[in-house]
């Protein structure tokens, strides 16, 4: 296996990462979120959590 590494968008675009965490015990789902131009400069970022449970498909659709 090959390390994955952050690729630019075109340029004129943004790129909107997000990531889904699960804690099932305790029925909460956080998702981490950032956005960044074709440079790979920051433009803006957000962390919250909800209390539910969810598959992983809904969490990252959650996210956004």
């Known amino acids: ?7 630019p968008p075109p340029p004129n675009y943004l790129k909107f990462n997000i990531d889904a ?3 099932q015990q305790k029925k ?3 998702i981490g979120a950032c956005l960044r131009d074709e440079k790979g400069t920051f433009v803006v970022a957000l962390t919250t959590y909800c209390e539910a449970v969810m598959t ?3 969490g990252e659709a959650w996210g956004l």
């Not at 296996?1 to 690729?7: F, I, K, L, R, S």
């Open 1 to 7: 296996m090959q390390p994955v590494y952050w690729q």
């Open 21 to 23: 965490a699960f804690l």
């Open 28 to 30: 909460k789902v956080s």
């Open 56 to 58: 992983i498909v809904e």
